[in-house]
């Protein structure tokens, strides 16, 4: 990947070979190749870039369409890289699903990120570079930390898990993603949001992390993530004053573009506002008929559901 696009794979690989030597070229070159054939762990890279997803779309201080999230990189850490356009920083993450030697801090291990990071600030020009050790288990992650001394890199844990409902029962993952979606979230919600995403993951360029909830918006009714939903249009004076006229049979509120009506009699209703009409209907609507409109407009968000427009800017892969 490139963020200066005048810079081609051949450019990287002069620069590799002019900096590093022939050997080092040789050795990126099958890292990459080996990157590519392995599917082994690729689940658990899956599933790391899952959480990473919704990890930075819960951070409140980044533009999140200037992050970018990338998978089997051309680089000495290879399997995530997170780049943060906003601050000019990359992350890279090598990922090691094994509790034996593969997934040991070592010399080795050390060359490659400073190698890494020797690219990402000479060569791509970042401000900053980190990179991660991701290792599956815990005890490994202690051992390694106490190995590695460098302030930019690290070990991080977490977990293997072999299915997503699994992986729901991961309380950071869990926060993340009750942050983003409906309130009193059930499993079923969590997983419905969760499967949305996964499946933009799947797609081999996914954009930024704007992009990847936009799109998942495009393709989901209903929409889950209440971060998202562009709509800040208020309830229609009419109803507001009417639903005012009624506050001992009906409880009502606005959240994030979304009108919610409970009535007394346990009915609960929800619309998107922008379905609403801005003029009543009728000059005195009885209870029935506003049930029946918010109804009617329940129906046609169903049947015409928002599609959102997916600005198409893309990271460059080599």
């Known amino acids: 990947m490139f963020m200066d696009y005048s810079k081609t794979k051949q450019d990287f690989e002069n620069f590799v070979e002019n ?37 930075i779309a819960n951070n409140a201080t980044l533009d999140l369409s200037k992050q970018y999230l990338e998978t089997q990189v051309y680089g000495f850490v290879d399997d995530i890289a997170y780049i943060d356009k906003q601050n000019n ?4 993450y090598q990922a090691k699903n094994s509790n034996g030697q593969t997934a040991d801090w070592n010399n080795e291990q050390e060359q490659r990120f400073l190698q890494q990071r020797k690219i990402d600030l000479d060569f791509f020009g970042f401000s900053d570079s980190y990179c991660y050790l991701l290792v599956s288990d815990i005890s490994k ?20 898990y072999t299915k997503v409902v ?23 919600d969590r997983n419905y949001a969760t499967s949305l995403i996964l499946g933009i993951l799947s797609n081999d360029e996914f954009g930024s992390i704007q992009n990847i909830f936009e799109n998942a918006q495009s393709e989901a009714y209903p929409n889950p993530f209440i971060k998202f939903r562009k709509s800040n249009q208020p309830i229609p004076d009419w109803l507001t004053k009417y639903l005012e006229g009624l506050k001992l049979q009906v409880q009502y509120k606005l959240h994030y573009g979304r009108l919610k009506v409970k009535f007394e009699q346990g009915l609960e209703l929800s619309v998107d506002v922008d379905t609403l009409p801005n003029q009543s209907p009728t000059q005195n609507p009885t209870m029935e008929q506003l049930i029946a409109l918010l109804m009617q407009c329940s129906m046609k968000k169903l049947q015409n559901p928002n599609k959102w427009e997916n600005p198409n800017e893309h990271l460059s892969s080599i």
């Open 166 to 188: 699994d992986l729901l029962g991961h309380k950071p993952f869990k926060e993340y993603i009750d942050n983003l979606i409906e309130p009193n979230a059930t499993l079923a």
């Open 141 to 160: 992650a202690d051992i390694n930390k106490t190995k590695i001394t460098h302030t930019n890199f690290t070990c991080e844990f977490f977990p293997y």
């Open 89 to 92: 920083i990359k992350y890279s």
């Open 19 to 55: 900096h590093l030597g022939a050997d080092k070229l040789k050795q990126l070159k099958n890292i990459h190749r080996g990157g590519i054939n392995n599917l082994k762990g690729a689940q658990y890279e899956q599933y790391y870039l899952l959480f990473k997803t919704f990890e």
